[in-house]
């Protein structure tokens, strides 16, 4: 299979290419990026995409050589009739104005470029000439750096709106391709230059690799592949058991829930509600979860606990909140703090519908005919009492909220008429308004969504 077909295989599997859809492409000059162009020259000419402009970033850390790929991308763009950006930074300067290293800063800069071209077009795609040499070498480094499953995916075909046709092609093919087609293309000094830690990957542990098997590069990755396709499934069960395990403390995770989950479900789970964490943490995390005690302070300053029922941020647990107080009307949406709630009348039959989808629907709904009087959504108050369902006595909600760990007390939703409390949101209703057998209207307290979740910050 050669390089277009196997780039047109990975358009179709990855779905790169929408309808209609313009290409930013990066070009460097090299070979890679030179039979990038080609094949996306040749996707404009049969209509595969709308439109077709290239970025090319000038780092001037080669002096005249830098100068020369840049003039090489002019008259290649020229000669092809391709819309060309450049743009020209003094990278080794900025990287040591700002305290970075050159090539983080490098990188930073050309993404930038790629992303600002993208405005010119309503629907569009970043293309670089990632290949997969370039992810054989990639996951090689991730691998000596300690890189765990996530790490092993490499580079990702498509990531956000950057796409990777070329991911696939060795190398050696890209030269091949270009040979063939007489394609001329520049060859960056520095890639010979062994100081670079992928330099000394690419010229000194792949050719021994390649000793042992000259197919190295593609039984890598079809490896990449496989890692990528478990770390995928790992990723959506961990998104899902984040869900699940929020609790009605803002903030707060079930402990309980989190334990139910094998432990790379569970591993990854706590790095996508702690985002700052190394695997250290993550591993001294999972240490406090299965004790049932425990915290782990992360170097920006944050504290995550443990206790017997929950996982938080210590920085919640003793967080103020004004006090509220407000008539509520069944059917009407009410935000406490950044959390939508509202009220449901419901048939018998409704709710028992509702509650062979989702059981906890249970802790949150009671008998709406024994209600006496107006409804009453407040803040918790000192001396606050009540009698949870099921429970042979009343309880002060200060011994409730300390025997459960709960943290954010003050944003918890409390409803009441005018005899008393009826509901404590996520702990339940009072037993004199609990649901039996005779219960014909149920009254669902019902969380709706974080209210900041759909909009940017």
């Given amino acids: 299979m050669g390089v277009k077909e196997k780039a047109l295989q990975v358009i179709r599997r ?24 080609h094949l996306l020259t040749s996707l404009r000419s049969e209509g595969r995409i ?42 080794a300067a900025l990287a040591a104005e700002q305290g970075k290293g050159v090539e983080e800063l490098g990188r930073e800069l050309r993404y930038a470029a790629f992303q600002k071209a993208t405005h010119h077009y309503s629907c569009c795609r970043i293309a670089t000439a990632h290949t997969a040499d370039d992810n054989a070498e990639t996951l090689l480094l991730h691998l000596c750096r300690g890189s765990g499953l996530h790490g092993s995916a490499g580079i990702p075909p498509v990531r956000g709106n950057i796409i990777r046709p070329l991911i696939t092609c060795t190398r050696e093919e890209i030269e091949e391709y270009c040979e063939e087609r007489r394609l001329s293309y520049v060859t960056d000094s520095t890639n010979a230059d062994t100081a670079y830690a992928r330099n000394r990957i690419r010229h000194m542990v792949m050719s021994q690799l390649r000793a042992i098997n000259p ?27 984040v869900i699940e395990a929020k609790t009605h403390n803002l903030g707060a995770y079930s402990r309980d829930v989190l334990l139910s989950f094998e432990e790379p479900i569970r591993s990854r789970a706590l790095y996508r509600i702690v985002k700052t964490a190394e695997e250290r943490h993550i591993a001294l995390l999972l ?130 008429d005018s005899q008393g409390i009826l509901l404590v949101c996520g702990f339940g209703c009072d037993e004199r308004v609990r649901i039996t057998e005779k219960t014909k209207t149920v009254l669902l307290f019902e969380k709706e969504e974080d209210v900041y979740d759909n909009h940017a910050p």
């Fill in 215 to 241: 197919q190295a590069t593609t039984a890598i990755t079809r490896f990449i592949e496989q890692a990528r396709q478990v770390d995928a499934f790992i990723e959506e069960l961990a998104e899902k058991a």
């Fill in 14 to 37: 990855e779905q790169m290419l929408p309808p209609d859809c313009a290409v930013v492409a990066g070009v460097s000059g090299g070979a890679d990026s030179v039979a990038l162009l």
């Fill in 50 to 91: 709308s439109s077709l402009m290239v970025v090319h970033v000038n780092h001037s850390l080669r002096g005249a050589e830098s100068l020369r790929d840049q003039r090489f991308v002019e008259e290649l763009c020229r000669k092809w009739d391709v819309p060309l950006i450049v743009e020209q930074h003094d990278v």
């Fill in 287 to 416: 240490s406090a979860l299965e004790a049932g005690s425990g915290a782990v302070e992360l170097p920006n300053g944050a504290r995550w606990c443990v206790s017997e029922t929950l996982f938080f941020e210590q920085t919640f647990v003793n967080e103020e909140y004004p006090f509220f107080s407000f008539s509520i009307t069944p059917g009407e949406r009410y935000i406490i703090g950044d959390i939508s709630y509202r009220f449901l009348l419901l048939s018998r039959a409704e709710y028992e519908q509702k509650l062979n989808i989702c059981q906890h629907l249970f802790q949150n709904a009671l008998d709406y005919d024994r209600i006496s009087g107006d409804l009453l959504l407040r803040q918790r108050q000192d001396g606050d009492y009540f009698h949870p369902s099921g429970r042979k006595c009343g309880k002060s909600l200060k011994k409730l909220f300390n025997e459960q760990k709960a943290v954010l007390r003050d944003r918890i939703p409390i409803v009441c």
